[in-house]
């Protein structure tokens, strides 16, 4: 199993609290991934990583900023919770460049535990 | 854009039994294709992916997927089910166009299996 951690794994808060989850990596993967998973919706990505200091927005990036300032380390933010943003969250990680377009690990992603949180 | 469907979000067997799991997508480009599975609590694992290769993809499990660009499918088959295969299963599509690694997932499917 790719080594992938995702902190705190249960979160209860109340809207309108700050919040921040952590997303580490032992594999040296230049790639890093939030998604959040809600019923009938799959996953939808928030943000993304592909370097340190470089992260740009997914589908979903409305009310969350991230951070990434080492390789292993990937923050995502919620500034200010509302409700609507209970959900799972999951990391993910890729060596989407290692391999190349070729073969090898191209995109796979590999996905941390996840972090439930609940907003009230 | 592209985009990936899951036909039926609750998908039911008798143990045993054929398991198919449709998925068919839409894409620009040619794509590169993935299936996942997540078992209840946990995060999502591989179970196989296309990457041009070869268009049947065999992966852990016993789990298949063909690759069928006519139809743009990527359906998932197992022959025989059994009662450590109920999880949800999650189709994706590669976004390899713009070399960010980034993945669309399907809506998923809850496969259930009867005993």
């Known amino acids: 199993d790719a080594g992938i951690t995702q902190s705190p794994r249960h979160k209860v808060t109340e809207t309108g609290t700050p919040v921040t989850l952590r997303c580490h990596q032992t594999e040296n993967h230049r790639y890093m991934y939030w998604y959040r998973q809600d019923p009938g919706h799959g996953l939808r990505l928030i943000h993304y990583?592909?370097?340190?200091?470089?992260?740009d927005k997914g589908e979903v990036s409305d009310g969350y900023s991230v951070s990434r300032s080492k390789t292993e380390d990937f923050l995502l933010t919620l500034e200010s919770a509302t409700s609507s943003q209970t959900s799972v969250y999951f990391c993910?990680?890729?060596?989407?460049?290692?391999?190349?377009?070729?073969?090898?690990?191209?995109?796979?992603?590999?996905f941390g535990p996840g972090t439930r949180l609940t907003v009230l | 854009a592209q985009s990936v469907t899951q036909l039926g979000s609750h998908v039911s067997v008798s143990e045993g039994a054929l398991v198919l799991l449709r998925c068919n997508y839409s894409s620009s480009v040619p794509p590169y294709l993935f299936w996942y599975v997540q078992y209840p609590n946990q995060g999502l694992q591989l179970l196989l992916k296309?990457?041009?290769?070869?268009?049947l993809v065999k992966g852990i499990n016993g789990f298949e997927a063909e690759f069928k660009k006519s139809e743009t499918s990527f359906h998932l088959t197992k022959p025989s089910a059994h009662m450590s295969d109920a999880a949800e299963y999650f189709c994706a599509v590669s976004v390899g166009s713009s070399n960010t690694g980034k993945l669309i997932f399907g809506q998923g499917t809850t496969l259930q299996v009867k005993p």
């Open positions: 990583s592909y370097g340190v200091k470089d992260t």
């Open positions: 993910a990680i890729s060596d989407y460049l290692r391999g190349g377009l070729a073969g090898g690990g191209t995109d796979t992603q590999y």
């Open positions: 296309y990457t041009s290769a070869a268009t």
